[in-house]
């Protein structure tokens, strides 16, 4: 019933499976805008600007920082990344709901930036579960490990600041709760406009 | 992820159709607890005591208003109606969600009484399809569908009170809603218990 799109903030400490349950939701609700990111890193090959990345220069993402035209952005390394305001604003304003899907401390920013976005906290089953998948990623070293595992329980520390959090026991199960927290955040009654609805034409009998 | 059950208060003009949707609803989710109702007047022939409603004296009731144990109640004619505290708590208490299918003074009560339920408004598509309903029942005198369509349209001013309204066009639409309602409630950051779900153990690697 609502005309504007939402705008899905999907966060969580580092191993909960945010890209996992990202990608099978967009995979079941292929009308949900992914954000594109914009960054000041060389493309890879087979990346295309406007797809997986907003390839963009450094002058030109310093002017859009002073701007304040990301929702949110960082410097990792040498390179920017950041979350471009206008095409998430045009994605909405267009009725298409848009996800985010970013670490805590990016999600943090996005509070402050667009408060009115809808933040999804992705918890992993449990730190055991966590520290399971980390490990079985592989990349890391042993004390790679245990920084992130100690900097995951600082991140839970945040769910607080959001509006749902959810477990991520099996990727199925996350979905279609994130899926029901879009339909309910849509029936919220500050998103619905009766007079569109038609409530407010004369009564139809004499 | 939560322990204690909902309170879904599901109200709206009459015509809406909440009777309806309630019971397509506690159909496809037996789960849910619908809120039986203290009543005065006598029992008909088949209903039965704690199923249908639980008959109750006159000076039981009236005690029971004075020591506000009903989340709301009315006296329609002779006889008194409400929904009795202690019945919903213990169900709730005990992780059951429980339904309360009810006018919109009702609610209005409710909000008062129990402010941390889920406030459901059921919209008819329009007041056409509205009015189109109540001529339907066929019980009414066109003096008496003025009056309801004038109350309904005043009653669905209060629908800004409310946590969510859900439009139902279609019975089926309605369920689905409130079922994602049900769920998304359900992952509020206030209504989990992190504790609960073992991010507190020490870290599992040394």
């Given amino acids: 019933m609502s005309t504007q799109g939402l705008l899905i903030v999907l966060s969580g400490p580092s191993g909960a499976g945010k890209g996992t349950v990202c990608k099978a939701l967009l995979k079941e609700c292929p009308q949900i805008q992914y954000s594109i990111s914009a960054t000041t890193r060389e493309p890879r090959v087979g990346e295309v600007h406007g797809k997986n990345y907003f390839f963009t220069k450094v002058e030109d ?7 304040k035209n990301f929702l949110e952005w960082a410097k990792v390394y040498d390179n920017y990344y ?3 305001r206008d095409f998430v604003i045009e994605n909405l304003k267009n009725g ?3 996800i985010l899907e970013i670490d805590v401390n990016g999600a943090k920013q996005v509070m402050e930036n667009f ?3 809808t933040f ?3 918890l992993p089953p449990s730190l055991e579960e966590l520290s399971n998948r980390i490990y079985k990623r592989g990349t890391d070293s042993k004390d790679v490990i245990k920084k992130r595992l100690a900097s995951a329980e600082g991140e839970i520390e945040e769910m607080k600041n ?10 199925e199960n996350a979905v279609e709760k994130i899926k029901a927290i879009i ?8 998103k619905i406009d009766v007079v ?3 409530f407010k034409n004369d009564l139809p009998i004499d």
């Fill in 61 to 67: 993402f310093e002017e859009k920082i002073a701007s």
């Fill in 82 to 84: 950041g979350t471009p």
């Fill in 96 to 98: 298409r709901d848009v």
């Fill in 115 to 117: 408060p009115e976005g």
């Fill in 120 to 122: 999804i906290f992705l």
């Fill in 162 to 171: 959001y509006n749902y959090a959810v477990l991520n026991d099996k990727v």
């Fill in 183 to 190: 339909v309910a955040e849509k029936c919220k009654v500050n």
């Fill in 196 to 198: 569109k609805e038609g």
